[in-house]
């Protein structure tokens, strides 16, 4: 121990290690720190989930309103939903001769095509549910066909507010010919 003289006061200074205030402010410090560093770490886990959540939904979106409008475009005519008739949670595309006729419906959160007798094929993701979709022909009668759609998604697990994320799709698709 070395002994300082200030104003003929002797101060004793300790020049072996830290005292324990000053161990209580480093503790205290480092662990505002870490803190920190969780918090933001947490922060950036939540932005990624959103962003995957949010690409996930909008990708199954485009790629069913893809699907319709590849198929509806193709079509000779629109068998259901008829112009004037309300809105129908299914389509039903009247097909050229050699293809088979081709339906688009909504069950259990879930969209599916059928071609002709064939078995279902769904077209959105498990991480996906379909909330509603409707058809609607707008169509004069005598006209060409016009089917405006609804469509709503949302993602389905959404056990916390990082993966709760739904969407409205609205268009419309006339036939070619």
Do not use: W
């Not at 480093?26 to 932005?47: E, K, M, P, R, T």
């Not at 939903?81 to 293809?99: F, H, I, K, R, T």
């Not at 993602?155 to 006339?174: C, L, P, V």
């Amino acid at each position: 121990m070395k002994f300082l003289q200030h104003n003929q006061k002797k101060f004793f200074i300790n020049s072996c290690g830290f005292t324990m205030v000053e161990t209580v402010m480093y503790v205290a410090l480092i662990s505002l720190a870490i803190g920190s560093f969780i918090g933001f770490g947490s922060h950036i886990s939540d932005l990624r989930a959103k962003v995957t959540v949010f690409q996930d939904v909008e990708l199954n979106g485009r790629n069913i309103f893809s699907q319709i409008d590849h198929y509806t475009k193709k079509a000779d005519n629109v068998f259901s939903p008829m112009p004037g008739d309300a809105a129908q949670n299914s389509l039903e595309l009247d097909m050229p001769e050699a293809d088979p006729d081709i339906v688009f419906y909504e069950s259990n959160g879930d969209v599916y095509l059928t071609e002709g007798a064939g078995s279902p094929i769904k077209l959105n993701s498990d991480g996906v549910e379909v909330v509603g979709l409707l058809f609607e022909n707008s169509s004069q009668v005598g006209k060409k066909d016009v089917v405006e759609i609804e469509l709503n998604l949302k993602y389905r697990y959404d056990y916390t507010t990082a993966y709760q994320y739904e969407n409205q799709f609205k268009g419309t698709i006339a036939l070619r010919y």
